[in-house]
């Protein structure tokens, strides 16, 4: 094992090997083959070419050097063409802390049973007045940067579920394609993450409708992982397992409180009462979330708490498997 591997469990280095092609005897080769291809780009700013960072695209696209330079350039590339979304990115940019302070994203500290941490996301709690999509968007790529930090997330990758309870049609309105295909182009496309599925749960018939648009920005691998489960918790829970997963979605653990995400990236001090004001950059966080102060974590309470409650979701009796979005074509 080399120092670019250190921290990993056995069992997570085993996964590499079998998964993903790593092999710790051709890792810094790897790795410089990447990087001696940033001279066919002249026309993208590679603002950091170090060896734990092209290391997480290596992961990303299973050590195939080709896909992973292309993913490199994206990542870069996307900065380049969307600078507004990035000249301020901080969890203090006002825009960003706010989407956070609404649980955008949620974060849990329990991974599901494979080792992924599980994002999760209740759409009725986009409040349009107050936050954009690109600011939400914003707080998610921002997540997703603290989060990759950890080499087990870079092996490990990431679950999605979004929660449409609640989501009305004049909110679903103000998903144009325009804005969609950013949100591909940024996550699908550009940020070095292992999606291991994209679940859907409560959504209306319009949500349905949406798939319509984005379906030409999403690769096929994309689609044949994202599922539509409705209000059938017997779909979801044959995927993700019930211990990994909140009460809203009939999980054994309690209810999510949508701030502690966001008190974990802004520090101990954050509460709902007063405005934060210390600039931090999220970038700069260390410690792997999950190791954040609990009591802390329950005295604070959130004013946006999760849109669902406890057991919203139904036990289904009959289609007990997930409907992948496939299934609409």
């Not at 092996?155 to 325009?178: H, R, V, Y």
């Not at 009591?295 to 309470?301: D, F, G, P, T, V």
Request: some cysteine; aromatic content about 10%.
């Amino acid at each position: 094992m080399t120092h670019l591997q250190a921290g990993l469990s056995s069992e997570t280095t085993e996964k590499a090997r079998l998964e993903l092609n790593e092999n710790p005897d051709t890792l810094h080769a790897d790795i410089q083959q990447v990087r001696d291809m940033i001279v066919t780009r002249p026309d993208v700013g590679f603002l950091r070419t170090d060896d734990d960072f092209i290391l997480r695209f290596l992961r990303a696209r299973k050590f195939n050097q080709t896909e992973t330079f292309r993913l490199l350039a994206q990542y870069f590339q996307f900065r380049q063409q969307n600078l507004d979304m990035f000249q301020s990115f901080k969890v203090d940019d006002p825009g960003i802390k706010r989407a956070l302070m609404d649980g955008f994203p949620g974060v849990l500290e329990t991974p599901d049973q494979h080792g992924r941490k599980i994002l999760i996301l209740f759409a009725s709690n986009w409040d349009q007045g107050r936050n954009s999509f690109t600011d939400i968007l914003r707080a998610i790529l921002l997540s997703l940067e603290v989060l990759i930090e950890n080499p087990e997330l870079q092996i490990n990758g990431f679950i999605l579920i979004i929660d449409w309870s609640n989501f009305s049609f004049k909110q679903a309105s103000k998903l144009t394609p325009n804005i969609l295909k950013l949100a591909i182009e940024g996550l699908q496309d550009s940020f070095p993450a292992r999606f291991g599925g994209i679940h859907f749960v409560n959504q209306p018939w319009y949500i349905h409708a949406m798939y319509t648009i984005i379906k030409p920005f999403l690769k096929d691998k994309t689609r044949k992982r994202i599922f539509l489960h409705g209000n059938n918790l017997n779909s979801l829970h044959q995927l993700i397992l019930p211990d990994c997963l909140p009460s809203e979605f009939g999980g054994t653990l309690p209810p999510y409180d949508m701030g502690i995400w966001a008190r974990t990236l802004l520090g101990p001090d954050y509460n709902d009462e007063t405005e934060y004001t210390l600039t931090y950059d999220a970038l700069h966080v260390k410690e792997n979330y999950g190791s954040g102060d609990k009591e802390c974590a329950e005295k604070l309470m959130k004013r946006s708490q999760s849109a669902v409650e406890p057991g919203t979701l139904r036990q289904a009796g009959r289609d007990n498997t997930a409907q992948p979005l496939l299934a609409l074509d």
